[in-house]
C-alpha cells in the first residue's frame, strides 16, 4: 500500500489483548482485522498480551479467524499481565521482536497499564494503536471504554437480585461492584438502582459513623430496605457489613459481585463501539498516523497522541454525581 513510512508494500499489524479482559475485546479484534484485511493489510494476533508478545505466540489471522466472535464476551487473544514489561529491558525485547517478525504497528487494546505499555515499546520506534478496553472506564483519555455497558448491565442486574431477597429479609445490603480505584461502575449502578448510598474512592470520606447515622435515621421513617453500592476501591464490605450491624441492629450482609461483571456477551452498544474503536485503529495507521490513542470524545470517535492520552487524568462525572446525592435521599 506503500503508506507506511514507504518500506515495504503490504504492512503488517500486530494486535492483542492485554490487562483485565472486557466484553466486546473480540468485537474490536475482529473489526480491526476486516478492516486491515480489506485494505490489503496483514494481521498478526499475538496472544496473551505482552507475554505472549515476549514469547513470539502469534497467529496469522484472516476475516475467517475472527468469524462468530462479535458476541463473545472474553477475548479469543487470550489475555495477561506481563511483568517483564516493567522492566526497562521488556518493551525494547518487544519492539525488536516486532522488528523480527515484521510487524510493523501494534494494535493494543487494554487499560491503562496497557497503554503505559503500549507508550514504552513506541519509544523504540515501533507504531503503536491504543483501544480502550476496560470495564472500569478509567481511561481518561475516553468518555467511553470497552466493556462498561456490559460490566454496568450485570452488575446492575445481579443488584436487583439482590435487592430482591434485601426486600424480603428487611436487610441492610452492601453490594460490592468492580472499579478497581475508580468508582465509575459504582456511581452508574447507584443510579440505576436506587441505591441509598454509593461509596467511591474518588469521594468517600470513610466517615462510616454518617452512613451509621442516616441508616438508623432511615429505619425510624419506617425504611425496610437500605441498599449500598460499595466500588472495588473502597472495599471492606464484610468488615463494614459486621459494623453497620452491630451500631444500628439491623441485620447486614455483604455482596460481592466479582468476575460475573467481566463476563458475558457484550451488549449492543459495546460491540458497535468496539466496532468503530477497532476499524478507527486500523484507518490510522493505513493515513500514515503513528503513536495515537482511540479515543470517544464528545460523542465522535477520534484519536489523540498516547503520550497525551496517558498524562490525562479523570473524574468521575460530576453532573451524575451530584443528582445521584439527590435522588438518593
Ligand atoms: P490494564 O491494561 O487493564 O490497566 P494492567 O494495569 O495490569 O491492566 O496492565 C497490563 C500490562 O501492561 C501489565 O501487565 C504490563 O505488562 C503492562 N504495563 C503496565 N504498566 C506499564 C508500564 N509502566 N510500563 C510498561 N508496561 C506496563
Known amino acids: 500500500m506503500g503508506l507506511f513510512k514507504g518500506k515495504k508494500e503490504t504492512m503488517t499489524i500486530g494486535v492483542l489483548t492485554s490487562g483485565g479482559d472486557a466484553p466486546g475485546m473480540n468485537a474490536a479484534v475482529r473489526a480491526v482485522v476486516r478492516t486491515a484485511v480489506h485494505a490489503g493489510a496483514k494481521v498478526k494476533g499475538i496472544r496473551r498480551g505482552y507475554s505472549g508478545l515476549l514469547e513470539e505466540d502469534f497467529v496469522e489471522m484472516t476475516t475467517r479467524s475472527v468469524a462468530d466472535i462479535i458476541q463473545r464476551g472474553g477475548t479469543i487473544l487470550y489475555t495477561a499481565r506481563c511483568p517483564e514489561m516493567m522492566r526497562p529491558e521488556g518493551p525494547e525485547k518487544a519492539a525488536a521482536i516486532c522488528r523480527k517478525n515484521g510487524i510493523d504497528a501494534l494494535v493494543v487494546i487494554g487499560g491503562d497499564g496497557s497503554y503505559r505499555g503500549a507508550l514504552e515499546i513506541s519509544k523504540h520506534d515501533i507504531n503503536v494503536i491504543a483501544i480502550p478496553g476496560t470495564i472500569d472506564l478509567d481511561v481518561a483519555s475516553s468518555d467511553y471504554t470497552i466493556g462498561f455497558d456490559t ?21 441492610c445490603s452492601i453490594i460490592e461492584v468492580m472499579g478497581r480505584k475508580a468508582g465509575h461502575i459504582a ?6 438502582n436506587g441505591a441509598e448510598e454509593i461509596l467511591i474512592p474518588e469521594r468517600y470520606d470513610y466517615e ?5 447515622d442516616r441508616i438508623a435515621m432511615r429505619k425510624k421513617l419506617g425504611k425496610k430496605l437500605h441498599i449500598i453500592i460499595n466500588a472495588e476501591g473502597v472495599g471492606d464490605s464484610n468488615g463494614m457489613a459486621k459494623r453497620i450491624e452491630a451500631a444500628t441492629g439491623l441485620e447486614t450482609r ?8 467481566r463476563g458475558g456477551s ?3 452498544r459495546d460491540r458497535v463501539f ?4 477497532g476499524a478507527h485503529a486500523v484507518d490510522i495507521l493505513l493515513g500514515g498516523g503513528s503513536n495515537r490513542a482511540v479515543c470517544f470524545l464528545n460523542g465522535e ?5 498516547l503520550a497525551e492520552a496517558i498524562a490525562m487524568k ?9 443528582i445521584s446525592r439527590k435522588l438518593c435521599r
Open 314 to 322: 479523570k473524574d468521575i462525572d460530576t453532573y451524575l454525581w451530584d
Open 208 to 212: 462510616e459513623q454518617a452512613i451509621i
Open 254 to 261: 455483604a455482596t460481592i459481585i466479582g468476575y460475573i461483571q
Open 151 to 171: 460490566a454496568l448491565n450485570t452488575a446492575m442486574d445481579a443488584i436487583d437480585r439482590v435487592r430482591d431477597t434485601s426486600a424480603s429479609h428487611e436487610r
Open 301 to 305: 470517535f477520534t484519536d489523540m497522541d
Open 187 to 192: 456511581m452508574w449502578c447507584g443510579i440505576a
Open 266 to 268: 457484550p451488549t449492543c
Open 274 to 277: 468496539a466496532s468503530a474503536m
